[in-house]
């Protein structure tokens, strides 16, 4: 097997309704018109940049990626053609392989739609079927109630609970939720998330 890390470089996942593309330093102001796009970066709980710190965001992003440590997307609507987020493949392990889908989000105004759901649908094959992960990690806010439902509502499963993990922007301690997809689960997680992409249905994002 060719480990991962000469695997995952930038490319590009499309489907019917997302587009995800490699991160580059152009995409600043359609990011940050979409983080303008119901205020995101108040969200206490959650690590989303605010408009004068999205350079430094995409900076740092791009430092993982040369790093070995991240790959970073931007989030397009199809077919508008619209920037409305940001999501990666991070921690990539390249030993297992394994890597975990995190740093994600998404404008107010596509939230709660297919984006969503298409959006995981294609990083999730990618990882398993073309990086061939033993497994795909999801970590959130133990608080974060709306990102635990959508991550359940994927198919993946909690391994645990990482007390007083990390020191938020605020100073307050966070719990952090661990859940993983592994790759024998992998063939019911696609066609539950392909029959939902069918059924029109609109998951929390």
């Known amino acids: 097997m060719v480990e991962v890390s000469t695997k995952i470089r930038p490319t590009t996942l499309a489907g019917e309704h997302v587009e995800l593309v490699p991160l580059c330093a152009s995409h600043e102001n359609g990011l940050i018109g979409a983080v303008n796009d119901g205020n995101l970066w108040q969200l206490w709980y959650t690590s989303i ?7 430094a965001e995409i900076e740092r992003r791009l430092a993982l990626q040369a790093a070995g440590s991240m790959a970073p997307f931007t989030v397009i609507e199809r077919p508008s053609g619209r920037i409305v987020g940001m999501t990666t493949y991070m921690n990539i392990d390249a030993a297992g392989p394994r890597v975990e889908i995190g740093s994600t989000w998404y404008a107010q105004s596509v ?12 990083l999730l094959t990618h990882a398993f079927e073309v990086l061939e992960c033993l497994a795909v990690e999801f970590r959130t806010h133990f608080l974060n109630h709306q990102s635990r439902r959508a991550i359940e509502r994927l198919g993946a499963k909690l391994d645990g609970v990482l007390r007083s993990h990390q020191r938020a922007s605020n100073g307050t301690l966070r719990d952090t939720c661990v859940y993983s997809i592994v790759a024998s689960e992998w063939p019911t997680v696609r066609s539950h998330l392909e029959w939902k992409l069918r059924r029109n249905d609109t998951p929390a994002s």
């Open 49 to 55: 940049p605010a408009p004068d710190r999205m350079r």
């Open 111 to 122: 939230q709660r739609t297919q984006l969503n759901t298409e959006a995981k649908l294609l």
